[in-house]
């Protein structure tokens, strides 16, 4: 295999996150309870036998920085290669902030032209999947490509989601289409491209392009020998929130489709000292993840519980995703929602009330299903019900939810 340089792009708003992106970025979202969603495509690249990394922030980099460190967690912590993290920052010409996918790359050419690589690895940040590389990157050596794009298959009713290739039979690329409302194919750029380093040089040095997909792809299909390498193991883009719910919850099938306990394809990540989960004589659980730190007094099913969520004697949860340190108060309920990482749900309150599905006004095409949402470092007080499809803005505190009760399809906190 060639010398490697792999890039993780994980500097972009994810305005579709909703209140989970507020103050963080996508690839630092913490996912199946322990995980962030970043530390799949690192496992990957150490599992792969790629060493060399750089990882490319902007938006909301703190977690992110503090997650990864020096790259212990993943073996790279090293003095020659290892994980380095690339942030913008501004020029003496005014400039540093970056535009997009390209235009990030771009913005790090020096420190590209330093790597001993052949070959140059863009991977997208958040994305959660298992897969070796080293495959694609032996078909990209054997086709003698330019550029490959990794690829998966997607329903034909969600490739308006995705940029969509269209190749032949031997997976020659005839064309890409970023986003499209409808295409003859049904193949997803997975946001993995392999270029070889010469020519990812030479094509950045010569455009202005500021995004792959929207920009540099199509211009260069049919330009240059670019391929395509077809990913047939789990991939999600959990850039939703209701695909980010789903990917979750599917890990509670009595089979997952994602496996995260497979001894060959550890999944590394950055663990907090926490004791082990603990399960009160009184309490109930089925079907859950439980995570190190979590205590259970009340009732919890079909649920995923991060490290240090404490849930009091009478509360219930139920189809929840609740994110570190959240605090369940006694007699709480709650019910489809996703609660971020240290909020306090106070006695008797009720999250995910009701029947009454109204998609919120605010943002119908982003919470239609009945799920609610709750920002981090929120309180909500004794007694406070909340109804579904709601969103709560982070750092919402109590006295904010006036009344004690707020409607479905409602926002509370943020901009008002």
């Known amino acids: 295999m060639l010398r490697t340089l792999a890039l993780i792009m994980a500097g972009g708003e994810s305005p579709a996150l909703s209140v989970l992106s ?12 322990k995980f962030r969603i970043i530390d799949f495509t690192l496992s990957n690249c150490v599992n792969s036998g790629i060493y060399n990394v750089g990882v490319l922030t902007q938006y909301q980099p703190r977690e992110i920085h503090e997650h990864i460190g020096v790259g212990k967690p993943w073996d790279l912590d090293r003095s020659s290669g290892g994980v380095r993290i690339l942030h913008p920052s501004p020029t003496k010409e005014g400039g540093g902030w970056q535009k997009g996918t390209a235009d990030a790359v771009r913005y790090n050419m020096a420190y590209i032209e330093e ?3 052949e070959l140059v690895l863009v991977l997208a940040g958040d994305h959660v999947y298992k897969m070796n590389y080293r495959p694609l990157l032996e078909w990209h050596e054997e086709h003698e490509a330019d550029l490959t794009i990794g690829v998966h298959s997607v329903s034909p009713h969600e490739t308006h989601r995705y940029g969509i290739v269209v190749a032949d039979a031997d997976g020659r690329v005839g064309r890409f289409e970023e986003k499209p409302r409808r295409s003859s194919s049904s193949l997803a750029s997975m946001g993995i491209y392999v270029f070889r380093k010469s020519f990812l040089m030479d094509v950045l040095a010569g455009s202005q392009d500021a995004d792959f997909g929207r920009e540099l792809l199509p211009r260069l299909v049919g330009r240059s020998k670019v391929w395509s390498y077809h990913f047939q193991g789990y991939w999600a883009d959990v850039g939703t929130v209701q695909a980010y719910y789903e990917a979750n919850m599917g890990l509670l099938a009595e089979t997952p489709a994602l ?5 060959e394809w550890v999944i590394h990540t950055r663990s907090q000292e926490r004791p082990a989960a603990e399960i009160g004589s009184e309490a109930r659980v089925d079907n859950n993840l439980l995570c190190d730190g979590s205590r259970v007094y009340g009732s919890v099913t079909r649920s995923i519980l991060s490290p240090g969520v404490y849930i009091s004697a009478g509360a219930v949860v139920r189809d929840s995703i609740l994110l570190p340190n959240v605090t369940v108060g006694p007699g709480a309920v709650i019910d489809r929602c996703i609660v971020d990482q240290d909020v306090e749900v106070g006695q008797d309150a009720v999250l995910g009330d009701g029947e009454d599905n109204t998609p919120n006004m605010e943002s119908p095409q982003l919470l239609n299903t009945g799920l609610t ?15 579904r499809n709601v969103i709560v803005h982070p750092r919402t505190a109590a006295n904010a939810f006036k009344g004690s009760e707020v409607a479905s399809g409602t926002t509370v906190g943020g901009r008002q």
């Open 22 to 33: 507020a103050e963080r970025n996508e690839a630092a979202t913490p996912f199946a309870g």
């Open 115 to 117: 790597q001993q690589s």
């Open 259 to 263: 496996d995260l306990y497979d001894p």
């Open 373 to 387: 949402l709750i920002g981090a470092h929120t309180q909500l007080g004794d007694n406070t019900r909340v109804g």
